[in-house]
């Protein structure tokens, strides 16, 4: 009987993962904090960043309702909302985007995405419609905060992303070999102990200096490894659909492949965050409005397609 039992739940495992025509959410692209991991503690000293005057302490670094501004003359004033969110639930949105909105792998960037999508994205968190493949993710807080922030709110925070200039800064390295990385906190840190491994068929993405991006500083930098070949592959797929496995992705995001009226850009953007979107439109995660229309173009893709298109639209300027 026992064997009987195990038997059926293999073969449903089996089953359930080849209905979804994938191997299940890639880990590289979902990192989840161990358990052991513990937030940087306080200890009296400043944070500074290159070329800024700013200091910070960790514990103001770490406070969910503040969003530092490291380079004022970078950006315009921060609405409300933005810099320093609404207690108890609303955290800042410059806490986790970055005071230009220029996120991380760890998130989203939202700069120059068209208001009117930063307001649907809004609803369809509050929804229920946009979720997430992997539970217990940082996702939940932004899930969270979806639920108690006023329509005002939304339309201050949507005005200030969309109208700032998308940054670009994400270097594509095509590699057979990645250095070994942890997770820190909800990304992907190379280790400093210089050891590699192979890259397989993931995409590895880590900031250039972590300290800088745990600072939040937007000037941050990342690399983005990515398998050999990949970059040429993705670049089939984007433009001509792979022979009906895809759609030709210009037809809606735009000749640049930067948006079009209230279609999100996809160029430059995190490698992790796409293959994110795309696996969760997949699989029914993300399933707004929106995504309905970008259904056809990510039914037949498998997680290396995915990989292989991200590393692509990583290396188009945003
Ligand atoms: C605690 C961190 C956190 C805070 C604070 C936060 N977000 Fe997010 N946000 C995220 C994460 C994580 C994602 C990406 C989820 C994913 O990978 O699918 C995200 C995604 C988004 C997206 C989707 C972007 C896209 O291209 O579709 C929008 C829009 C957004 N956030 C807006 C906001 C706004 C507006 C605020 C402030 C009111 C805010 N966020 C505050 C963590 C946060
Ligand atoms: C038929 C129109 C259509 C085509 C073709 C299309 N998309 Fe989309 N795409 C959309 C729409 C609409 C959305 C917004 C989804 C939403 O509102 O949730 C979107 C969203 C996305 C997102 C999420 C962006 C974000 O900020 O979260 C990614 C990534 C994406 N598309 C990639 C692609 C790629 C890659 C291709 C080509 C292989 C493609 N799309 C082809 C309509 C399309």
Redesign the pocket.
């Known amino acids: 009987m026992k064997t009987f039992i195990s038997i059926l739940a293999l073969s449903l495992a089996s089953l359930s993962s080849t209905a979804l025509g994938a191997d299940g959410p890639p880990p590289w692209a979902y990192p989840v904090n161990p358990p052991e991991l513990k937030p940087r503690a306080e200890d009296g000293i400043a944070r500074r960043v290159p070329a800024s005057s700013a200091t910070y302490s960790v514990t103001q670094l770490r406070d969910?309702f503040i969003s530092p501004v490291w380079h004022p003359g970078d950006h315009p004033p921060l609405p409300t909302?933005?810099a320093e969110?609404r207690k108890p639930n609303?955290?800042?949105?410059g806490?986790?985007?970055r005071a230009e909105g220029t996120g991380g792998p760890?998130?989203?960037?939202?700069g120059g995405?068209p208001a009117a999508?930063?307001v649907q994205?809004?609803a369809d968190y509050k929804s229920g419609a946009r979720k997430?493949s992997v539970q217990k993710?940082?996702?939940d807080?932004?899930i969270a905060?979806s639920k108690d922030?006023t329509d005002a709110?939304?339309q201050a925070?949507?005005a200030y992303?969309s109208a700032l200039k998308p940054k670009s800064n994400i270097r594509v390295v095509e590699t057979a070999t990645v250095p070994k990385t942890t997770v820190a906190g909800?990304f992907l840190a190379a280790s400093n102990t210089g050891e590699k491994e192979p890259i397989g068929q993931r995409i590895i993405e880590v900031p250039e200096d972590v300290e800088q991006f745990e600072n939040r500083d937007p000037r941050s930098q990342f690399i983005a490894y990515v398998p050999i070949g990949s970059v040429a592959r993705g670049e089939v797929l984007v433009s001509t659909g792979g022979a009906g496995k895809t759609l030709q992705c210009a037809i809606c995001h735009g000749q640049d492949l930067k948006g079009l009226g209230e279609l999100?850009s996809i160029a430059g953007r995190s490698p992790s965050?796409v293959v994110?979107?795309l696996y969760?439109i997949q699989n029914g995660a993300?399933a707004g409005k929106g995504a309905q229309l970008m259904k056809a173009a990510v039914v037949n893709l498998t997680v290396e397609d995915m990989a292989s298109i991200a590393a692509y639209l990583a290396s188009r300027a945003p």
């Open positions: 969910r909302i933005v969110g609303v955290f800042a949105c806490f986790c985007h760890e998130n989203a960037s939202l995405l999508y930063i994205q809004m997430t993710r940082n996702i807080l932004m905060l922030i709110e939304v925070a949507a992303f909800w999100p965050y994110r979107q969760d993300r």
